[in-house]
Nanobody
Framework: QVQLVESGGGLVQAGGSLRLSCAAS????????MGWFRQAPGKEREFVAA????????YYADFVKGRFAISRDNAKNTVYLQMNSLKPEDTAVYYC?????????????????WGQGTQVTVSS
C-alpha cells in the first residue's frame, strides 16, 4: 500500500512554470513506477509522464515533450513534475499514481494507487 499526496498546483499565466510534487508514504516507494496524469473539465483523464523506479527511464505524452520533466527523489519518497512553457490547454487536475509493475507504462489500469489531485490553471 502507498498513499500519495500532490501539491504545487495553482494559477499561472501562459508561458509560465510550475513544479508539482507528489509525496508518498510507505517504505517501498523506490520499488514503484510513478506516473502523472491529468483530467481537464469535460474530458477523460489522460497520461502525462511516467518514471521508472530508479529514475533512469522516463516516458512522456507527445503533447508535453520538451516542456515537462518528471523526476524522483527516492530518499524523499517524492516524485516531481516540472512544467514549463505552460499553455491554457494544460489546465487540468493533475494526479500522481503508483504502479508495482516492472516497466513504465501509460496505461491507467496498471496504476492502482492514486493521489487526490492538484489543480493547475493556466490563464491566457
Amino acid at each position: 500500500q502507498v498513499q500519495l499526496v500532490e501539491s504545487g498546483g495553482g494559477l499561472v499565466q501562459a508561458g509560465g512554470s510550475l513544479r508539482l510534487s507528489c509525496a508518498a508514504s510507505g517504505r517501498t516507494f523506490s520499488s514503484y513506477v510513478m506516473g502523472w496524469f491529468r483530467q481537464a473539465p469535460g474530458k477523460e483523464r489522460e497520461f502525462v509522464a511516467a518514471i521508472s523506479w530508479s529514475g533512469g527511464s522516463t516516458y512522456y505524452a507527445d503533447f508535453v515533450k520538451g516542456r515537462f520533466a518528471i523526476s524522483r527523489d527516492n530518499a524523499k519518497n517524492t516524485v516531481y513534475l516540472q512544467m514549463n512553457s505552460l499553455k491554457p490547454e494544460d489546465t487540468a487536475v493533475y494526479y500522481c499514481a503508483a504502479s508495482s509493475i516492472a516497466t513504465i507504462t501509460d496505461l491507467q489500469y496498471e496504476y492502482p494507487y492514486w493521489g487526490q489531485g492538484t489543480q493547475v490553471t493556466v490563464s491566457s
